[in-house]
Protein backbone atom coordinates (compact mmCIF):
# COMPACT_ATOMS: atom_id res chain seq x y z
CA UNK A 1 0.00 0.00 0.00
CA UNK A 2 1.70 3.68 -0.89
CA UNK A 3 2.45 5.64 1.81
CA UNK A 4 -0.17 8.27 2.19
CA UNK A 5 1.35 12.10 2.62
CA UNK A 6 -1.58 14.45 2.47
CA UNK A 7 -1.55 16.89 -0.14
CA UNK A 8 -1.75 19.97 2.28
CA UNK A 9 -0.09 22.30 -0.16
CA UNK A 10 -2.73 21.70 -3.24
CA UNK A 11 -5.42 21.42 -0.62
CA UNK A 12 -4.58 24.90 1.25
CA UNK A 13 -3.66 26.03 -2.04
CA UNK A 14 -7.84 25.55 -3.49
CA UNK A 15 -9.06 26.86 0.03
CA UNK A 16 -7.50 29.93 -0.18
CA UNK A 17 -6.29 30.51 -3.16
CA UNK A 18 -8.71 29.34 -5.76
CA UNK A 19 -11.75 29.80 -3.76
CA UNK A 20 -10.49 32.57 -1.07
CA UNK A 21 -12.69 30.61 1.51
CA UNK A 22 -11.64 33.50 4.19
CA UNK A 23 -13.15 36.26 1.95
CA UNK A 24 -16.43 34.27 1.51
CA UNK A 25 -16.23 33.49 5.52
CA UNK A 26 -16.01 37.07 6.86
CA UNK A 27 -19.55 37.39 4.29
CA UNK A 28 -21.37 35.03 5.38
CA UNK A 29 -22.98 35.04 9.65
CA UNK A 30 -21.63 32.22 11.77
CA UNK A 31 -18.43 31.26 9.63
CA UNK A 32 -16.39 34.46 10.48
CA UNK A 33 -14.19 32.53 12.65
CA UNK A 34 -13.25 30.42 9.68
CA UNK A 35 -9.77 32.31 8.89
CA UNK A 36 -7.07 31.49 6.26
CA UNK A 37 -4.63 30.15 9.76
CA UNK A 38 -6.94 28.77 10.99
CA UNK A 39 -8.46 26.53 8.23
CA UNK A 40 -4.81 25.95 7.27
CA UNK A 41 -4.06 24.71 10.98
CA UNK A 42 -6.71 22.04 10.82
CA UNK A 43 -5.92 21.21 7.56
CA UNK A 44 -2.64 20.27 9.25
CA UNK A 45 -3.77 18.65 12.35
CA UNK A 46 -6.26 16.67 10.12
CA UNK A 47 -2.89 15.41 8.03
CA UNK A 48 -0.82 14.58 10.95
CA UNK A 49 -4.10 12.40 11.74
CA UNK A 50 -4.78 10.46 8.74
CA UNK A 51 -1.01 9.91 8.46
CA UNK A 52 -0.60 8.18 11.46
CA UNK A 53 -3.23 6.99 12.85
CA UNK A 54 -5.52 6.04 9.99
CA UNK A 55 -3.47 5.34 7.29
CA UNK A 56 -1.55 2.40 8.88
CA UNK A 57 -4.88 0.33 9.16
CA UNK A 58 -5.55 0.12 5.45
CA UNK A 59 -3.70 -2.86 4.19
CA UNK A 60 -5.11 -4.62 7.70
CA UNK A 61 -8.18 -4.01 7.30
CA UNK A 62 -8.43 -5.00 3.87
CA UNK A 63 -6.78 -8.05 5.15
CA UNK A 64 -8.23 -8.95 8.07
CA UNK A 65 -11.82 -7.59 7.14
CA UNK A 66 -14.70 -7.70 9.53
CA UNK A 67 -16.55 -10.46 11.42
CA UNK A 68 -20.00 -11.55 11.93
CA UNK A 69 -21.20 -13.13 15.10
CA UNK A 70 -24.64 -13.18 16.66
CA UNK A 71 -23.55 -11.09 18.82
CA UNK A 72 -22.63 -8.14 16.72
CA UNK A 73 -19.62 -7.30 14.21
CA UNK A 74 -16.24 -7.09 15.01
CA UNK A 75 -14.20 -4.63 13.06
CA UNK A 76 -10.42 -4.97 12.13
CA UNK A 77 -8.13 -4.52 15.22
CA UNK A 78 -7.54 -1.24 15.37
CA UNK A 79 -10.07 0.56 13.51
CA UNK A 80 -12.00 1.01 17.19
CA UNK A 81 -9.09 2.69 18.62
CA UNK A 82 -8.70 4.91 15.74
CA UNK A 83 -12.13 6.17 16.50
CA UNK A 84 -11.73 6.85 19.72
CA UNK A 85 -8.93 9.17 18.72
CA UNK A 86 -10.86 10.66 16.33
CA UNK A 87 -13.78 11.84 18.29
CA UNK A 88 -11.33 12.64 21.77
CA UNK A 89 -9.75 15.07 18.87
CA UNK A 90 -13.36 16.86 18.44
CA UNK A 91 -13.21 15.63 14.38
CA UNK A 92 -17.16 14.36 14.23
CA UNK A 93 -18.02 17.60 15.57
CA UNK A 94 -15.92 20.22 13.42
CA UNK A 95 -18.53 21.69 11.01
CA UNK A 96 -21.50 20.41 12.98
CA UNK A 97 -24.05 23.22 14.60
CA UNK A 98 -22.61 24.68 17.78
CA UNK A 99 -25.60 24.87 19.42
CA UNK A 100 -25.82 21.11 19.10
CA UNK A 101 -22.19 20.57 20.43
CA UNK A 102 -20.71 21.16 17.30
CA UNK A 103 -17.34 23.91 16.27
CA UNK A 104 -19.32 25.38 13.62
CA UNK A 105 -17.19 25.33 11.06
CA UNK A 106 -18.05 25.55 7.75
CA UNK A 107 -18.64 22.07 6.17
CA UNK A 108 -16.24 23.00 3.58
CA UNK A 109 -13.37 21.81 6.32
CA UNK A 110 -15.95 18.63 7.07
CA UNK A 111 -15.35 17.69 2.85
CA UNK A 112 -11.79 18.66 3.43
CA UNK A 113 -11.25 16.23 6.05
CA UNK A 114 -13.06 13.63 4.36
CA UNK A 115 -10.88 13.63 1.98
CA UNK A 116 -7.93 13.25 3.63
CA UNK A 117 -9.09 11.03 6.42
CA UNK A 118 -11.00 8.90 3.31
CA UNK A 119 -7.50 8.85 0.85
CA UNK A 120 -5.79 7.52 4.14
CA UNK A 121 -8.04 4.86 5.51
CA UNK A 122 -11.53 5.20 2.58
CA UNK A 123 -13.05 1.90 4.70
CA UNK A 124 -12.24 3.37 8.03
CA UNK A 125 -14.25 6.77 7.07
CA UNK A 126 -17.40 5.61 6.04
CA UNK A 127 -18.35 4.80 10.10
CA UNK A 128 -18.08 8.27 11.04
CA UNK A 129 -19.08 9.72 7.07
CA UNK A 130 -22.26 8.05 7.27
CA UNK A 131 -23.18 10.04 10.80
CA UNK A 132 -22.94 13.34 8.59
CA UNK A 133 -25.82 12.47 6.42
CA UNK A 134 -27.72 11.29 9.45
CA UNK A 135 -26.84 14.98 10.98
CA UNK A 136 -28.15 16.77 8.19
CA UNK A 137 -30.85 15.02 8.21
CA UNK A 138 -32.46 15.08 11.61
CA UNK A 139 -30.82 18.79 12.34
CA UNK A 140 -33.32 19.61 8.99
CA UNK A 141 -36.20 17.69 9.68
CA UNK A 142 -36.72 16.42 13.17
CA UNK A 143 -38.08 18.17 15.87
CA UNK A 144 -36.58 19.63 19.41
CA UNK A 145 -36.62 16.06 21.61
CA UNK A 146 -35.33 14.46 18.32
CA UNK A 147 -32.53 16.87 18.43
CA UNK A 148 -31.44 16.91 21.99
CA UNK A 149 -32.02 12.63 22.26
CA UNK A 150 -29.81 12.17 18.81
CA UNK A 151 -28.27 14.65 17.36
CA UNK A 152 -25.82 15.51 20.33
CA UNK A 153 -24.82 11.81 20.49
CA UNK A 154 -24.29 12.05 16.52
CA UNK A 155 -22.53 15.35 16.06
CA UNK A 156 -20.13 14.65 19.78
CA UNK A 157 -19.39 10.86 17.72
CA UNK A 158 -20.72 8.67 20.40
CA UNK A 159 -23.06 7.39 18.48
CA UNK A 160 -22.58 6.57 15.07
CA UNK A 161 -25.62 6.95 11.83
CA UNK A 162 -26.64 5.10 8.92
CA UNK A 163 -28.97 5.73 6.13
CA UNK A 164 -31.57 2.61 5.70
CA UNK A 165 -33.09 2.48 1.88
CA UNK A 166 -32.38 -0.45 -0.42
CA UNK A 167 -33.99 -3.74 0.08
CA UNK A 168 -33.78 -6.63 -2.26
CA UNK A 169 -36.77 -6.25 -4.18
CA UNK A 170 -36.01 -2.40 -4.82
CA UNK A 171 -32.30 -0.25 -5.39
CA UNK A 172 -32.77 3.18 -6.68
CA UNK A 173 -36.41 2.18 -7.66
CA UNK A 174 -37.79 3.31 -4.01
CA UNK A 175 -41.35 3.40 -4.79
CA UNK A 176 -41.10 -0.53 -4.63
CA UNK A 177 -39.91 -0.31 -0.72
CA UNK A 178 -41.96 -2.87 1.42
CA UNK A 179 -41.08 -2.09 4.87
CA UNK A 180 -43.91 -1.18 7.21
CA UNK A 181 -44.61 0.99 9.88
CA UNK A 182 -47.18 0.51 12.45
CA UNK A 183 -47.85 3.15 14.76
CA UNK A 184 -48.08 2.53 18.53
CA UNK A 185 -50.34 3.78 20.97
CA UNK A 186 -46.84 5.71 22.62
CA UNK A 187 -46.64 7.25 19.51
CA UNK A 188 -43.50 5.21 18.22
CA UNK A 189 -43.87 2.99 15.22
CA UNK A 190 -43.20 -0.78 14.69
CA UNK A 191 -40.66 -1.20 11.94
CA UNK A 192 -40.94 -4.30 10.10
CA UNK A 193 -38.65 -5.42 6.99
CA UNK A 194 -35.11 -6.23 5.97
CA UNK A 195 -32.70 -3.47 4.48
CA UNK A 196 -29.06 -4.28 2.46
CA UNK A 197 -26.05 -3.10 1.65
CA UNK A 198 -26.57 -0.93 4.34
CA UNK A 199 -22.70 0.52 5.00
CA UNK A 200 -21.71 0.82 9.00
CA UNK A 201 -24.33 -0.94 9.67
CA UNK A 202 -23.41 -2.76 12.80
CA UNK A 203 -20.00 -2.33 14.54
CA UNK A 204 -17.79 -2.18 17.45
CA UNK A 205 -16.49 0.89 17.58
CA UNK A 206 -19.86 3.37 19.13
CA UNK A 207 -22.15 2.01 22.02
CA UNK A 208 -25.43 3.07 20.13
CA UNK A 209 -26.10 3.12 16.39
CA UNK A 210 -28.73 5.59 15.12
CA UNK A 211 -30.55 4.02 11.41
CA UNK A 212 -32.58 6.59 9.31
CA UNK A 213 -35.16 4.36 8.04
CA UNK A 214 -37.41 4.66 5.13
CA UNK A 215 -40.78 2.49 5.42
CA UNK A 216 -44.50 2.57 4.64
CA UNK A 217 -47.51 3.19 7.05
CA UNK A 218 -50.52 1.28 6.85
CA UNK A 219 -52.26 4.20 4.87
CA UNK A 220 -49.80 4.70 2.77
CA UNK A 221 -50.50 5.47 -1.30
CA UNK A 222 -48.55 3.34 -3.64
CA UNK A 223 -45.72 4.29 -4.78
CA UNK A 224 -42.96 7.14 -3.75
CA UNK A 225 -45.66 9.53 -2.46
CA UNK A 226 -46.31 6.78 0.17
CA UNK A 227 -42.69 6.55 1.97
CA UNK A 228 -41.98 7.93 5.39
CA UNK A 229 -39.08 8.42 7.58
CA UNK A 230 -38.36 7.59 10.84
CA UNK A 231 -35.65 6.80 13.40
CA UNK A 232 -34.62 3.36 14.67
CA UNK A 233 -32.25 3.24 17.36
CA UNK A 234 -30.09 0.23 17.77
CA UNK A 235 -30.37 0.28 21.13
CA UNK A 236 -33.85 2.31 22.41
CA UNK A 237 -32.64 5.84 24.45
CA UNK A 238 -34.18 6.81 28.07
CA UNK A 239 -35.67 10.02 28.81
CA UNK A 240 -32.76 11.20 30.10
CA UNK A 241 -30.73 9.99 27.14
CA UNK A 242 -28.84 6.72 28.38
CA UNK A 243 -28.74 4.00 25.89
CA UNK A 244 -31.77 1.72 27.04
CA UNK A 245 -32.52 -1.95 25.92
CA UNK A 246 -31.53 -3.69 22.85
CA UNK A 247 -33.98 -2.60 19.49
CA UNK A 248 -35.53 -5.15 17.77
CA UNK A 249 -32.78 -4.61 14.77
CA UNK A 250 -30.10 -6.88 13.76
CA UNK A 251 -27.66 -7.55 11.68
CA UNK A 252 -28.21 -10.99 9.72
CA UNK A 253 -24.79 -11.16 7.94
CA UNK A 254 -22.17 -8.97 6.19
CA UNK A 255 -22.17 -8.96 2.58
CA UNK A 256 -18.83 -10.82 1.10
CA UNK A 257 -17.24 -7.97 -1.65
CA UNK A 258 -15.22 -6.75 -3.96
CA UNK A 259 -13.94 -4.12 -1.59
CA UNK A 260 -13.60 -1.58 1.07
CA UNK A 261 -13.67 -4.81 3.36
CA UNK A 262 -12.86 -3.14 6.23
CA UNK A 263 -16.34 -1.62 6.17
CA UNK A 264 -19.30 -3.42 6.93
CA UNK A 265 -21.60 -3.47 4.37
CA UNK A 266 -24.86 -5.09 6.16
CA UNK A 267 -27.94 -7.07 5.65
CA UNK A 268 -30.23 -5.48 8.60
CA UNK A 269 -33.74 -7.22 9.87
CA UNK A 270 -36.31 -4.95 11.74
CA UNK A 271 -38.73 -7.23 13.77
CA UNK A 272 -41.05 -4.67 15.04
CA UNK A 273 -38.27 -2.63 15.96
CA UNK A 274 -39.18 0.55 17.67
CA UNK A 275 -39.42 3.75 15.94
CA UNK A 276 -39.98 7.36 15.61
CA UNK A 277 -41.10 9.34 12.83
CA UNK A 278 -39.05 12.27 11.41
CA UNK A 279 -40.95 14.63 9.33
CA UNK A 280 -44.14 14.47 8.01
CA UNK A 281 -46.15 11.63 6.64
CA UNK A 282 -45.49 10.07 3.64
CA UNK A 283 -43.20 12.43 2.53
CA UNK A 284 -40.00 10.73 3.47
CA UNK A 285 -38.24 10.47 0.31
CA UNK A 286 -37.95 14.32 0.36
CA UNK A 287 -36.45 14.41 3.67
CA UNK A 288 -34.25 11.57 2.63
CA UNK A 289 -32.59 13.85 -0.06
CA UNK A 290 -31.33 15.64 2.71
CA UNK A 291 -29.01 12.86 3.65
CA UNK A 292 -28.41 11.39 0.22
CA UNK A 293 -27.07 14.89 -1.61
CA UNK A 294 -24.88 14.81 1.34
CA UNK A 295 -23.80 11.01 0.50
CA UNK A 296 -23.03 11.56 -2.78
CA UNK A 297 -20.90 14.75 -2.01
CA UNK A 298 -19.23 12.34 0.09
CA UNK A 299 -18.86 9.25 -2.30
CA UNK A 300 -17.72 12.01 -5.16
CA UNK A 301 -14.91 12.56 -2.56
CA UNK A 302 -14.44 8.73 -2.71
CA UNK A 303 -13.37 9.43 -6.38
CA UNK A 304 -10.86 12.03 -5.95
CA UNK A 305 -9.32 10.38 -2.60
CA UNK A 306 -8.87 7.32 -5.01
CA UNK A 307 -7.12 8.92 -7.62
CA UNK A 308 -4.86 10.93 -5.09
CA UNK A 309 -3.89 7.52 -3.41
CA UNK A 310 -3.12 5.67 -6.37
CA UNK A 311 -1.39 8.87 -8.19
CA UNK A 312 0.56 8.92 -5.13
CA UNK A 313 1.80 5.61 -5.53
CA UNK A 314 2.27 4.90 -9.32
CA UNK A 315 4.34 8.46 -8.97
CA UNK A 316 7.48 6.94 -6.44
CA UNK A 317 7.43 3.94 -8.45
CA UNK A 318 7.51 5.59 -11.64
CA UNK A 319 10.82 7.38 -10.34
CA UNK A 320 12.32 4.07 -9.17
CA UNK A 321 11.53 1.89 -11.62
CA UNK A 322 14.49 1.34 -14.29
CA UNK A 323 13.34 -0.17 -17.77
CA UNK A 324 14.44 1.08 -21.14
CA UNK A 325 16.26 4.21 -21.92
CA UNK A 326 14.31 7.11 -23.63
CA UNK A 327 13.52 7.70 -26.46
CA UNK A 328 15.79 10.80 -27.06
CA UNK A 329 18.61 9.35 -25.65
CA UNK A 330 19.51 8.01 -22.23
CA UNK A 331 18.55 10.75 -18.93
CA UNK A 332 19.95 7.72 -16.38
CA UNK A 333 23.54 7.29 -18.06
CA UNK A 334 24.87 5.64 -14.66
CA UNK A 335 22.59 3.35 -14.59
CA UNK A 336 21.20 0.17 -16.21
CA UNK A 337 18.43 2.07 -17.53
CA UNK A 338 16.51 4.56 -17.08
CA UNK A 339 13.78 5.58 -14.60
CA UNK A 340 10.13 4.76 -16.38
CA UNK A 341 8.75 8.16 -15.51
CA UNK A 342 10.49 9.28 -18.73
CA UNK A 343 8.18 7.40 -21.18
CA UNK A 344 5.82 9.31 -22.57
CA UNK A 345 3.10 6.76 -22.20
CA UNK A 346 3.74 6.64 -18.58
CA UNK A 347 3.81 10.56 -18.28
CA UNK A 348 0.42 10.50 -20.06
CA UNK A 349 -0.97 8.28 -17.22
CA UNK A 350 0.59 10.02 -14.07
CA UNK A 351 -0.43 13.49 -15.74
CA UNK A 352 -4.35 11.81 -16.06
CA UNK A 353 -4.05 10.94 -12.66
CA UNK A 354 -2.50 14.45 -11.04
CA UNK A 355 -5.24 16.55 -13.63
CA UNK A 356 -8.22 14.48 -12.76
CA UNK A 357 -7.39 14.43 -9.04
CA UNK A 358 -6.21 18.29 -8.50
CA UNK A 359 -9.34 19.43 -10.70
CA UNK A 360 -11.39 17.21 -8.45
CA UNK A 361 -10.40 18.73 -5.41
CA UNK A 362 -11.05 22.17 -6.65
CA UNK A 363 -14.68 21.00 -7.71
CA UNK A 364 -15.79 19.34 -4.79
CA UNK A 365 -14.23 22.26 -2.22
CA UNK A 366 -16.21 24.72 -4.09
CA UNK A 367 -19.60 22.40 -4.05
CA UNK A 368 -19.07 22.47 0.01
CA UNK A 369 -18.62 25.70 -0.14
CA UNK A 370 -21.54 26.40 -2.11
CA UNK A 371 -23.53 24.18 0.69
CA UNK A 372 -22.02 26.47 3.35
CA UNK A 373 -24.32 30.07 1.80
CA UNK A 374 -26.91 27.84 1.28
CA UNK A 375 -26.86 27.51 5.21
CA UNK A 376 -25.52 30.52 6.03
CA UNK A 377 -26.40 33.27 3.11
CA UNK A 378 -29.26 35.79 2.91
CA UNK A 379 -32.13 34.61 0.73
CA UNK A 380 -31.01 35.76 -2.86
CA UNK A 381 -27.38 33.90 -2.16
CA UNK A 382 -29.02 30.75 -0.80
CA UNK A 383 -30.83 30.21 -3.53
CA UNK A 384 -28.26 30.86 -6.04
CA UNK A 385 -25.80 28.54 -3.88
CA UNK A 386 -28.77 25.61 -4.14
CA UNK A 387 -29.57 26.29 -7.97
CA UNK A 388 -25.88 25.52 -8.13
CA UNK A 389 -25.61 22.63 -6.04
CA UNK A 390 -28.50 21.17 -7.86
CA UNK A 391 -27.06 21.17 -10.55
CA UNK A 392 -23.30 19.87 -9.96
CA UNK A 393 -24.04 17.41 -7.74
CA UNK A 394 -25.33 14.50 -9.96
CA UNK A 395 -22.61 15.55 -12.10
CA UNK A 396 -19.95 15.70 -9.06
CA UNK A 397 -20.40 11.98 -7.76
CA UNK A 398 -20.79 10.31 -11.51
CA UNK A 399 -17.96 11.92 -13.43
CA UNK A 400 -15.62 12.11 -10.31
CA UNK A 401 -16.50 8.47 -9.29
CA UNK A 402 -15.77 7.14 -12.99
CA UNK A 403 -12.73 9.27 -13.11
CA UNK A 404 -11.29 8.05 -9.79
CA UNK A 405 -12.16 4.75 -11.11
CA UNK A 406 -10.01 5.52 -14.50
CA UNK A 407 -6.99 6.78 -12.33
CA UNK A 408 -7.06 3.81 -10.13
CA UNK A 409 -6.89 1.79 -12.69
CA UNK A 410 -3.62 3.79 -14.18
CA UNK A 411 -2.11 4.06 -10.75
CA UNK A 412 -2.27 -0.11 -11.34
CA UNK A 413 -1.08 0.16 -15.17
CA UNK A 414 2.00 2.41 -14.19
CA UNK A 415 2.90 -0.64 -11.88
CA UNK A 416 2.90 -3.40 -15.08
CA UNK A 417 2.57 -7.03 -14.24
CA UNK A 418 3.49 -5.67 -10.47
CA UNK A 419 0.61 -3.29 -10.00
CA UNK A 420 -1.42 -6.74 -9.82
CA UNK A 421 0.39 -8.17 -7.18
CA UNK A 422 -1.67 -7.99 -4.10
CA UNK A 423 1.64 -7.00 -1.72
CA UNK A 424 2.17 -3.55 -3.85
CA UNK A 425 -1.19 -2.37 -2.13
CA UNK A 426 -2.17 -0.89 -5.97
CA UNK A 427 -5.03 -3.42 -6.53
CA UNK A 428 -6.84 -2.60 -3.63
CA UNK A 429 -7.19 1.07 -4.64
CA UNK A 430 -8.73 -0.64 -7.96
CA UNK A 431 -11.22 -2.83 -4.91
CA UNK A 432 -11.94 -0.17 -3.06
CA UNK A 433 -12.72 2.99 -5.80
CA UNK A 434 -15.07 0.54 -7.87
CA UNK A 435 -17.80 0.78 -5.54
CA UNK A 436 -18.35 4.72 -5.75
CA UNK A 437 -20.05 4.67 -9.00
CA UNK A 438 -22.10 2.37 -7.34
CA UNK A 439 -23.99 3.33 -4.48
CA UNK A 440 -25.96 6.70 -3.68
CA UNK A 441 -27.21 6.39 -7.04
CA UNK A 442 -25.16 4.76 -9.74
CA UNK A 443 -23.70 7.18 -13.26
CA UNK A 444 -26.91 5.93 -15.03
CA UNK A 445 -29.10 6.92 -12.49
CA UNK A 446 -27.15 10.55 -11.79
CA UNK A 447 -27.42 10.83 -15.55
CA UNK A 448 -30.74 10.70 -15.88
CA UNK A 449 -31.49 13.43 -12.93
CA UNK A 450 -29.11 15.64 -14.33
CA UNK A 451 -30.84 15.23 -17.78
CA UNK A 452 -34.67 14.93 -16.72
CA UNK A 453 -35.12 16.80 -13.72
CA UNK A 454 -32.29 19.64 -13.38
CA UNK A 455 -31.14 20.67 -17.30
CA UNK A 456 -34.43 19.60 -19.04
CA UNK A 457 -37.02 19.91 -16.20
CA UNK A 458 -35.70 23.12 -14.99
CA UNK A 459 -36.20 24.35 -19.09
CA UNK A 460 -32.19 24.65 -18.80
CA UNK A 461 -32.80 27.42 -16.00
CA UNK A 462 -30.05 25.48 -13.52
CA UNK A 463 -27.74 25.28 -16.59
CA UNK A 464 -28.03 28.36 -16.96
CA UNK A 465 -26.85 29.85 -14.07
CA UNK A 466 -23.87 28.01 -14.01
CA UNK A 467 -23.13 28.48 -17.54
CA UNK A 468 -23.16 32.44 -16.39
CA UNK A 469 -20.63 31.74 -13.87
CA UNK A 470 -18.25 30.53 -16.20
CA UNK A 471 -18.76 33.61 -19.10
CA UNK A 472 -18.55 35.93 -16.09
CA UNK A 473 -14.93 34.21 -15.09
CA UNK A 474 -14.08 34.62 -19.27
CA UNK A 475 -15.41 37.49 -19.21
CA UNK A 476 -13.12 38.91 -16.30
CA UNK A 477 -10.25 37.52 -17.62
CA UNK A 478 -10.43 37.76 -21.20
CA UNK A 479 -6.56 39.47 -21.72
CA UNK A 480 -4.30 37.92 -24.49
CA UNK A 481 -2.37 36.30 -22.04
CA UNK A 482 -5.26 33.99 -20.85
CA UNK A 483 -6.41 33.47 -24.09
CA UNK A 484 -4.84 29.59 -24.15
CA UNK A 485 -7.92 29.12 -21.28
CA UNK A 486 -10.23 31.12 -21.63
CA UNK A 487 -11.18 31.06 -25.48
CA UNK A 488 -11.73 27.10 -25.13
CA UNK A 489 -13.71 27.74 -22.37
CA UNK A 490 -15.92 30.23 -23.83
CA UNK A 491 -16.25 27.63 -26.75
CA UNK A 492 -17.18 24.93 -24.37
CA UNK A 493 -19.94 26.87 -22.62
CA UNK A 494 -21.64 27.89 -25.10
CA UNK A 495 -21.37 24.33 -26.96
CA UNK A 496 -22.79 22.89 -23.47
CA UNK A 497 -25.77 25.02 -23.83
CA UNK A 498 -26.24 24.37 -27.52
CA UNK A 499 -25.89 20.59 -26.81
CA UNK A 500 -28.68 20.74 -24.07
CA UNK A 501 -31.12 22.28 -26.30
CA UNK A 502 -30.55 19.56 -29.12
CA UNK A 503 -31.15 16.34 -27.05
CA UNK A 504 -34.43 18.18 -25.43
CA UNK A 505 -35.54 18.19 -28.42
CA UNK A 506 -34.20 14.67 -29.54
CA UNK A 507 -36.03 13.69 -26.26
CA UNK A 508 -39.59 15.52 -27.23
CA UNK A 509 -39.43 13.31 -30.49
CA UNK A 510 -38.60 9.77 -28.45
CA UNK A 511 -38.44 10.34 -24.84
CA UNK A 512 -35.69 7.22 -25.22
CA UNK A 513 -33.47 9.14 -26.73
CA UNK A 514 -32.76 11.31 -23.52
CA UNK A 515 -32.08 7.69 -21.56
CA UNK A 516 -29.83 6.93 -24.57
CA UNK A 517 -27.37 10.23 -24.51
CA UNK A 518 -27.71 10.76 -20.79
CA UNK A 519 -24.50 9.26 -19.53
CA UNK A 520 -22.33 10.59 -22.26
CA UNK A 521 -24.07 14.17 -21.69
CA UNK A 522 -23.06 13.43 -17.84
CA UNK A 523 -19.02 12.77 -18.91
CA UNK A 524 -19.50 15.74 -21.05
CA UNK A 525 -20.63 17.99 -18.41
CA UNK A 526 -18.12 16.94 -16.25
CA UNK A 527 -15.17 17.59 -18.36
CA UNK A 528 -16.62 20.96 -19.17
CA UNK A 529 -17.02 21.68 -15.24
CA UNK A 530 -13.42 20.73 -14.76
CA UNK A 531 -11.85 22.80 -17.10
CA UNK A 532 -13.68 25.78 -15.54
CA UNK A 533 -11.55 25.18 -12.41
CA UNK A 534 -8.68 24.12 -14.14
CA UNK A 535 -8.93 27.97 -15.93
CA UNK A 536 -9.29 29.17 -12.96
CA UNK A 537 -5.98 27.25 -11.18
CA UNK A 538 -4.04 28.04 -14.25
CA UNK A 539 -4.78 31.45 -14.70
CA UNK A 540 -4.11 32.25 -10.67
CA UNK A 541 -0.94 30.29 -11.38
CA UNK A 542 0.17 32.38 -14.09
CA UNK A 543 -0.11 35.31 -11.64
CA UNK A 544 1.25 33.60 -9.11
CA UNK A 545 4.71 32.99 -11.56
CA UNK A 546 4.73 36.48 -12.96
CA UNK A 547 4.77 38.04 -9.58
CA UNK A 548 7.15 35.92 -8.05
CA UNK A 549 4.80 35.51 -5.10
CA UNK A 550 5.66 32.26 -3.31
CA UNK A 551 6.80 28.92 -4.30
CA UNK A 552 6.86 29.28 -8.38
CA UNK A 553 7.91 25.65 -8.99
CA UNK A 554 4.79 24.87 -7.70
CA UNK A 555 2.51 27.11 -9.46
CA UNK A 556 4.97 25.87 -12.53
CA UNK A 557 3.39 22.61 -11.77
CA UNK A 558 -0.47 23.79 -11.61
CA UNK A 559 -0.07 25.58 -15.49
CA UNK A 560 1.53 22.85 -16.72
CA UNK A 561 -0.83 20.22 -15.11
CA UNK A 562 -3.73 22.72 -16.60
CA UNK A 563 -2.24 22.87 -20.27
CA UNK A 564 -1.92 18.94 -20.19
CA UNK A 565 -5.64 18.52 -19.52
CA UNK A 566 -6.54 21.37 -22.09
CA UNK A 567 -4.68 19.65 -24.90
CA UNK A 568 -5.04 15.56 -23.81
CA UNK A 569 -8.06 15.34 -21.32
CA UNK A 570 -10.89 18.18 -22.41
CA UNK A 571 -11.07 16.70 -25.83
CA UNK A 572 -13.00 13.90 -25.04
CA UNK A 573 -15.96 15.66 -25.43
CA UNK A 574 -15.49 15.40 -29.34
CA UNK A 575 -16.43 11.96 -28.94
CA UNK A 576 -19.57 12.42 -26.33
CA UNK A 577 -20.85 15.23 -28.63
CA UNK A 578 -21.68 12.74 -31.45
CA UNK A 579 -22.54 9.69 -28.94
CA UNK A 580 -25.30 11.51 -26.70
CA UNK A 581 -26.69 12.91 -29.93
CA UNK A 582 -26.76 9.31 -32.11
CA UNK A 583 -29.99 8.49 -30.51
CA UNK A 584 -31.80 5.37 -29.06
CA UNK A 585 -32.50 3.40 -32.58
CA UNK A 586 -29.40 1.57 -32.22
CA UNK A 587 -30.09 0.68 -29.09
CA UNK A 588 -33.90 -0.13 -28.60
CA UNK A 589 -34.03 -1.97 -32.02
CA UNK A 590 -33.26 -4.84 -31.36
CA UNK A 591 -36.12 -7.32 -30.11
CA UNK A 592 -35.65 -8.54 -26.18
CA UNK A 593 -35.95 -12.27 -27.86
CA UNK A 594 -32.82 -11.78 -30.12
CA UNK A 595 -30.55 -11.06 -26.71
CA UNK A 596 -29.29 -14.90 -26.28
CA UNK A 597 -26.30 -16.78 -25.51
Given at each position: ??????????????I???????????????????????????????????????????RS?????????????A???????????????G?????????????????????????????????????????????????????E?????????????????????TE??C?????????K????A???????????????????????????????????????????????P????N????????????????????????????????????????????RG????????????????????A????????????????????????????????????????????????????????????????Q???V?NG????A?????L?????????????????????????V????G????????Q???????A???????????L??V????????G???????????E???????????????P???????????????????????????????D??????????????????I?????I?????????Y???L?????????????????K????????????????????
Amino acid sequence: MPDYKAPVRDIQFVINEVLESEKLYQTLPGLEEATEDLMSAIVEEGARFAESVIAPLNRSGDEEGCTWSEDGVATPAGFKEAYRQYVDNGWPALSADSHYGGQGMPSLLGIVMNEIAGTANWSWVMYPGLSHGAVNTVEAHGDEDQKQKYLTKLISGEWTGTMCLTESQCGSDLGLLRTKAEPQADGSYAITGTKIFISAGEHDMTENIVHIVLARLPDAPEGTKGISLFIVPKFNVNEDGTVGERNAVHCASIEEKMGIHGNATCVLNFDGARGFLIGPPNRGLNAMFTFMNTARIGTATQGLAHAELSFQGALAYAKERLAMRSLTGPKNPDGPADPIIVHPDVRRMLLTQKAFAEGSRAFLYYLAQQGDIVANGNEEQAKAADDLMALLTPIGKAFVTEVGFESANLGLQVFGGHGFIREWGMEQIVRDARIAMLYEGTTGIQALDLVGRKVLGSGGKLLLGFTSVVDEFCAANSGAEYEEFIKPLQAYSKEWLDLSMKLGEAAMENPDNAGAGAVDYLMYSGYVTLAYFWARMAILAQQKIAAADGDVSFYEAKLMTARFYFDRLLPRTESLKTTMLAGADSLMAMPEALFQL
